[in-house]
């Protein structure tokens, strides 16, 4: 069961940081935990609706914490559907649906990619760690489409030597599509910077001009809708190949040059009142990443055989594209 607390703050904890405070009133608990529960929401504050632990305490204020449930030290084996394109007894290709986490974190213990792989196969790879077993590569959260698990290390060995390839040398080919706000100057080229934390808000990666990590994307404009508006209300569909892999790299990089992907809650920004005069509600209120991998190929880690998988456009981001495809008519 969870447990509920409340605490008010008093005058001398005043300027306290909440994590500070609350550790206070968790001695047994560590410094980590009591910043996890604050991530989470499980602390709630009368007078202030988002909390974060740097934030600053004042005297008067009520603090009411459910204590969650310990949550176990290995991932649970759930059943979670997902859609098996290949599999053999050293590697899963898989199709993932956008929405599915791929690996346990804050506020998804029991709802993931892992966890549905542990109740399909009971022999995962165990050099991802204990909550990434057989995860050589990863989507985020709200893009879909093609990730390559290994079933045994001799297999993730050699599949995250392909990943770690800067190129293509080894076979390693991976393809996504997307549709962004705007239009690239030319209709192919490449993307080449440098990627790090972005400093103002950790939960975002950005350009930055040293000390981070390269980062090329090439891309190829497929296809681009409103011919006669002005650029920025345009819309492309893009191909884009990796070649090196990046936290949040094709988003990053389309945003860098102004470019956002549509739907993307992130690096995207809110349709603007110009774009929401032209296109109807089913694209300026797309609800994700409007981002999928579409193609992934590879040699197989034991066989050595080449390997070449392509994942259609799942239904939202069809439904997307005809309604592009209508309004440019």
């Known amino acids: 069961m969870t447990a509920t607390k409340t605490f008010t703050a008093n005058v001398e904890d005043s300027g306290l940081r909440l994590d500070v405070f609350m550790a206070q009133h ?4 560590s410094r980590s935990l009591v910043q996890m529960w604050i991530k989470i929401g499980a602390v709630q504050c009368s007078t202030v609706s988002k909390l974060k ?16 449930e310990p949550i176990p030290a290995a991932p649970q084996a759930v059943k979670i559907d ?12 898989l199709n993932k649906p956008a929405g599915l986490v791929v690996h346990p974190a804050a506020g998804h213990y029991n709802d993931t990619l892992v966890n549905g792989l542990l109740y399909h196969c009971t022999d995962l790879s165990g050099i991802g760690g204990v909550l990434r077993p057989g995860i050589v590569h990863r989507l985020d959260k709200d893009t879909s489409g093609l990730m390559v698990v290994a079933k045994h290390d001799k297999a993730h060995n050699g599949l995250a ?3 770690q390839d800067k190129g293509n040398e080894k076979g390693l080919s991976r393809q996504y599509i997307g549709f962004t706000w705007g239009m690239p100057q030319h209709a192919e080229g490449d993307m080449q910077t440098q990627i790090a934390r972005d400093p103002h808000n950790r939960q975002k990666m950005a350009v ?3 000390g981070g990590k390269f980062a090329h994307t090439h891309y190829h404009v497929l296809k681009s809708y409103g011919h006669n508006i002005p650029i920025d209300q345009r819309i492309s569909k893009i191909a884009f190949t990796l070649y090196t892999g990046r936290t949040h790299q094709i988003r990053v990089h389309c945003l860098h040059n102004k470019l956002p992907m549509i739907g993307d809650p992130l690096y995207g920004k809110s349709a603007t009142k110009a774009r929401k005069n032209v296109w109807p509600t089913e694209v300026v209120g797309f609800p994700r990443q409007a981002l999928h991998a579409a193609h992934l190929s590879f040699t197989h880690p034991i066989s050595g055989d080449f390997l070449s998988f392509d994942a259609k456009l799942p239904k939202d981001m069809k439904n997307l594209e005809d309604t592009l495809h209508v309004q440019n008519n």
Request: proline share 5%; glycine share 2%; no cysteine.
């Open 26 to 29: 968790f001695p047994a608990e």
């Open 53 to 68: 632990a740097s934030y600053k305490v004042h005297s008067g204020e009520l603090y009411t914490i459910q204590i969650p």
């Open 82 to 93: 997902f859609d098996i394109v290949y599999e053999d007894s050293h590697i899963l290709v």
């Open 161 to 163: 030597e392909q990943f």
């Open 208 to 210: 930055v001009e040293s």
